[in-house]
């Protein structure tokens, strides 16, 4: 297992350190290209553009002309071999015209990564421990809700798909800053280690899950988008990034929970909806699908054994142990975190197909007269608030674990009532504002840039933090824009089936190199080797010392190799 890691490791830095370099010799060329003066009326002038007229004339007539399919295939195919034999070969004009992508996406994404590594893998920053004081912690929270006020009471035109009218409530704009307060305090949770209020994250990550559910059903029912390109999207912005942290800094994708939580709930509303979808008009298939989900969901997380049974085969990735709690089981965190938010997508869901007939209701009270108007709303406040106090009162206040145990069931109320952040603020948060200075680590301790200065810490740390968070998710949509085609499916497979080589490859390359100092390690120091196997056969009390040796055997051989 640890050799597979260590693979992947090598195999990233064989794959990035060629697009440093490539993109270092494209800066090159076009610092070249710009500095020289152009030839004026000369030959050479005169054929390029020759040739560029030549190649756009060609361009035009494969895109007007209609290629047939297996032609369009062959035409795809090619152009994928040949951009990379370009890559591998250092073409001027290739570079030259993907420098953006080479510069921006890929050699930025490396530096973050390298970045990343230095705060959580190295000892060259420091760390301090976490301190919560309430009036600290709730100073700055209305302090940001004054700041945001100037900024956040603002009326969008967004408009309806079904009405063409304004969008009352639930639009993008207030989702979004929905989601955006939520990760705020969620956040700030984390840093100041506030654990009081532990049942309101809860809350939040419900909430987020909810979105999970209304967003994906909003998007399906009312676009009817199931295509290959749409979900290989989908896949991609959730784990892009995250599936880098796991190779790069050795962590299990379950450290990053909201990852695989997520993808789950949005791969089972992709289900629930793209089979048999041409009848999700029928309102009665769309009952008889959801009924279908929450039956699912009761097979596998209320029926015991049935969730072992189900995922212990994918263990591999789903598993994790935290080194504070070695003793608990692999698939332990899995069966807690997804089983907590394991109906709340479903509400979700409900709520977005109820959503177009809620707002015309909307529509229309706003237009009643003020008396009936007035009078509707204040009802529906104070059954709100009503409810929402008998839950604060009677579920909100029990301790975590008797909390835990009703969150499945209760979490829906307090959404019913209830910005933008993306998911790279979660990821980042691990490794560049907190520290766990360990693989699969919780993150029990505070970046320090600047020690013995607590505040002026927090300032700097968290606004390098906000900024390496928002270039990530501008340079994932940027690579997936690159590397997924909306609409080729055929171009799609292609990279794809092209990514997988490439991979392979360099993890194959990377298992030779990794093997040949090993086995010169072997070959000069045997007799240690079998000494330590036969010390563990008769004194199980030496496996500590056995490790030992063979972690410094191990080091021995890398550093041979390096």
Not at 332 to 346: A, C, P, V
Not at 356 to 382: C, D, F, G, H
Request: glycine share 4%; proline share 4%; net charge positive.
């Amino acid at each position: 297992m640890e050799l597979s890691l260590l693979c992947l490791q090598v195999s990233f830095l064989l794959g990035i350190i060629p697009v440093f370099v490539t993109w270092i010799y494209s800066e090159y060329l076009e610092y070249k290209k710009t500095s020289s003066p152009p030839k004026v009326h000369s030959d050479t002038t005169l054929d390029e553009l020759a040739k560029d007229a030549i190649k756009e004339d060609d361009r035009a007539i494969l895109l007007e002309s209609g290629l047939t399919r297996s032609a369009s295939a062959k035409f795809h195919a090619s152009s994928v071999k040949m951009n990379l034999i370009r890559f591998l070969t250092m073409d001027d004009s290739f570079l030259l015209e993907n420098r953006a992508t080479l510069r921006h996406c890929m050699a930025e994404f490396g530096l973050i990564l390298f970045y990343f590594c230095i705060c959580d893998r190295t000892n060259l920053l420091g760390d301090t421990t976490k301190h919560y004081s309430r009036d600290l912690f709730m100073f700055l929270y209305i302090l940001l809700i004054i700041v945001s006020a100037m900024t956040s009471l603002k009326k969008h035109n967004d408009t309806s798909a079904f009405s063409g009218r304004t969008i009352l409530y639930l639009n993008r704009h207030q989702t979004e800053e929905w989601k955006g307060w939520m990760q705020v305090l969620f956040l700030m949770y984390h840093y100041f280690a506030a654990t009081e209020i532990y049942n309101a994250i809860r809350i939040f990550i419900a909430a987020y899950v909810w979105m999970t559910g209304f967003g994906n059903f909003s998007y399906y029912y009312i676009r009817k988008d199931f295509s290959l390109a749409r979900f290989a999207q989908m896949m991609w912005r959730l784990n892009f990034f995250v599936a880098f942290c796991c190779i790069v800094l050795n962590n299990d994708y379950m450290l990053y929970y909201i990852c695989p939580m997520h993808t789950l709930f949005t791969l089972m509303v992709y289900g629930a909806l793209g089979i048999y979808n041409k009848y999700n008009e029928n309102s009665s298939v769309i009952a008889a699908k959801i009924l279908a989900c929450f039956l699912v969901v009761i097979l596998i997380w209320e029926i015991p054994g049935f969730f072992d049974l189900l995922w212990s085969p994918f263990a591999f990735f789903l598993g994790y142990t935290d080194p504070a709690k070695p003793d608990l089981p692999r698939m332990h965190e899995w069966h807690f975190r997804s089983g907590l938010d394991r109906y709340i997508w479903i509400v979700g869901m409900i709520y977005a197909y109820f959503h177009p007939n809620v707002e015309k209701w909307m529509e229309k009270l706003e237009e009643s007269e003020t008396k009936r108007r007035v009078t509707i709303k204040t009802s529906i406040v104070s059954i709100s608030l009503f409810v929402g106090y008998l839950w604060y009162e009677y579920i909100y206040k029990l301790d975590k674990v008797s909390y835990n145990k009703l969150h499945p069931y209760t979490s829906w109320i307090p959404i019913t009532w209830l910005g933008k952040v993306t998911l790279e603020t979660y990821i980042s948060q691990f490794h560049i504002w907190l520290r766990s200075n360990m693989p699969n680590g919780q993150p029990k301790w505070l970046l320090s840039l600047i020690p013995e200065y607590p505040m002026l810490n927090f300032m700097l740390t968290t606004a390098i933090y906000v900024l390496v968070s928002h270039r990530l998710f501008e340079l994932t949509n940027t690579l997936k824009t690159v590397f997924i085609p909306t609409k080729d499916n055929r171009r799609l497979l292609h990279n794809f089936i092209t990514g997988i080589a490439i991979s392979l490859s360099l993890y194959f390359i990377s298992l030779i190199l990794l093997q040949i100092p090993h086995s010169t390690a072997m070959e000069t120091n045997p007799p240690r080797v079998l000494c330590c196997f036969n010390e563990t056969r008769q004194r199980p009390d030496k496996v500590a010392l056995n490790h030992n040796i063979h972690t410094e055997l191990f080091t021995h051989g890398t550093q041979n190799w390096q």
